[in-house]
């Protein structure tokens, strides 16, 4: 069975910066896609980013590009996530993510396993 913890939400002001880590157990994690999704109050769960195995490829939605790191470690089974230029409107429980490979988990319909989420709160 396969365990992702997150870890690292909090409150920060707009402007500001948090890291995201995700620390998964029970399966070949240097193997896996891994990704992150979030979801604001009221509103459906959205994709965030997602690494390959590798950590070569990496995607990221719009919203984030440029402001958004994904990032892992494999020797350590973490997946992080960089959060800069924070926006109130990226407040959103967030999601780990765990696929096939950084596409399916892109797909949101790949994903074979979820962690319970962090929150993270940006005030204005």
């Known amino acids: 069975q396969v365990q992702l913890v997150e870890s690292g939400g909090g409150l920060v002001q707009a402007g500001g910066s948090l890291r995201l880590s995700c620390a998964a157990s029970?399966?070949?994690?240097?193997?896996?896609?891994m990704g992150w999704f979030r979801q604001a109050p009221g509103k459906e769960r959205e994709f965030v980013s997602a690494?390959?195995?590798?950590?070569?490829?990496?995607y990221y939605a719009d919203a984030v590009k440029g402001r958004f790191t994904i990032s892992r470690d494999n020797a350590k089974n973490t997946v992080n996530l960089q959060m800069n230029s924070l926006k109130p409107e990226d407040t959103a429980v967030y999601y780990c993510?765990?696929?096939?490979?950084?596409?399916?988990?892109?797909?949101?319909?790949?994903?074979?396993?979820w962690g319970k989420g962090t929150l993270v709160t940006v005030s204005s």
């Open positions: 690494i390959s195995a590798s950590g070569i490829t990496t």
């Open positions: 993510a765990l696929g096939l490979s950084a596409r399916s988990v892109r797909n949101g319909s790949g994903v074979d396993y």
């Open positions: 029970g399966r070949a994690f240097s193997s896996a896609g």
